[in-house]
């Protein structure tokens, strides 16, 4: 029996704890946040019992409770601080929520102190845990559309649709130094942009060389923002290695969602094939439903195939990326985005950014 503490209750906590709901091996002892209310809240909300134990500060929970999991669902900029803290109190498993960290020399110490106190570090990551897209990277490990050459990845941020998130949980996200990023902050980038240079790392198993970015500015936003990268070709390609991420904003159209106004698009050119995968944070809505936006479509050998047998809820992701976690901790496998893993994700990320600063090309080896 795994004892579970989370330290914040956010609007994040909804799909975070469904992993942990109605497993036998887990107990949720307690809740951090820094507003007690809300926490109660969600006590009621998930019927989670009444021996739950809140706390307001979570040194505190790390003090008073017997934990072995952690969940650490805090703003950016206190990632390193929760997790060094959880590691010196002895907790065995620790996730974090994206991005790692603001800098590579907090990533690096966040990765050295689990190491010293024997603590397994997982960044919480749920999008390669989403079934058409693990489909995807199943069908490119098979060689079903040959050797990958050049990835797009389209982020679509709407503003209309989905949760209603509380104004409060968008305040820190404008305050450069809780956010991150470039100076100005990067919200975009550096937060929901997370999610897309993960996938275009593990996608296609390679390292990155090099990145160029722009980024422009809307209502606080780092966007629209455009990213070109060049793969390093550890391995050997017939083609050399692109890629491309658009991060485009639609602030007059409704996105119909369970959960964020958002939705992703992807497409993968490869020596004897075209693939697309269509939707994420939204899929299970109206397009999910059309012909033409099949969860995965390929073009190969004259003929379209399209694979739609999926569970097309975004919450799906986030129970596999948990139980994965859960696996991780009892020892049967490697966390899937652990801290050194995180950290190339992290360094890719911000080079990207210093690119929009700098206005020049970032070699990842210079940083």
């Not at 993968?268 to 075209?274: E, F």
Request: contains cysteine.
């Amino acid at each position: 029996m795994f004892k579970v503490g989370f330290i914040g209750t956010g609007v994040i906590f909804d799909l975070n704890i469904l992993g942990y709901l109605d497993n036998k091996e887990i107990e949720i002892v307690s809740l951090c946040n820094r507003t007690i209310e809300k926490a109660k809240n969600k006590i009621n909300k998930f019927n989670l019992g009444k021996d739950i134990n809140l706390y307001s500060d979570y040194r505190e929970m790390l003090k008073k409770e017997e934990l072995d999991i952690v969940e650490i669902l805090l703003p950016h900029h206190l990632h390193a601080e929760a997790t060094i803290s959880a590691a010196k109190s002895g907790i065995k498993g620790i996730s974090v929520q994206k991005p790692m960290a603001l800098t590579l020399e907090e990533a690096d110490l966040m990765i050295e102190t689990c190491k010293e106190f024997g603590t397994i570090l997982s960044i919480y990551e749920n999008f390669i845990f989403a079934p058409h897209i693990r489909k995807a990277k199943e069908l490119i490990d098979q060689d079903y559309i040959g050797d990958p050459s050049s990835i797009r990845i389209k982020v679509a941020l709407g503003t209309k649709g989905g949760w209603k998130t509380p104004e409060s949980a968008e305040f820190w996200r404008k305050n450069p130094t809780k956010v991150g990023g470039a100076q100005t902050g990067s919200p975009v980038l550096l937060d929901n942009g997370w999610h897309a240079f993960v996938l275009a790392h593990w996608l296609f198993s390679e390292e990155i060389e090099k990145v160029f970015a722009w980024t422009d500015t809307y209502q606080g936003r780092d966007a629209p923002a455009y990213v070109m990268f060049k793969y390093k070709q550890n391995n050997e390609h017939l083609i050399p290695q692109y890629g491309h991420m658009e991060f485009s904003l639609m602030p007059d159209l409704t996105i119909p969602s369970k959960y964020y106004p958002t939705d992703e698009f992807i497409e993968i050119i490869a020596s004897r094939g075209i693939m697309r995968i269509n939707q994420g944070t939204s899929i299970g809505n109206i397009m999910t439903d059309s012909e033409i936006f099949p969860p995965v479509s390929i073009i190969r050998d004259g003929k379209v195939e399209t694979y739609r047998d999926f569970d097309n809820d975004w919450k799906f992701s986030f129970i596999n990326a948990t139980h994965h976690f859960i696996e991780a901790v009892k020892g049967y496998r490697e966390p899937n985005l652990s801290g050194e893993y995180a950290r190339k994700i992290l360094k890719f990320n911000l080079a990207a950014i210093n690119s929009t600063e700098l206005g020049k090309e970032i070699l990842l080896d210079d940083m």
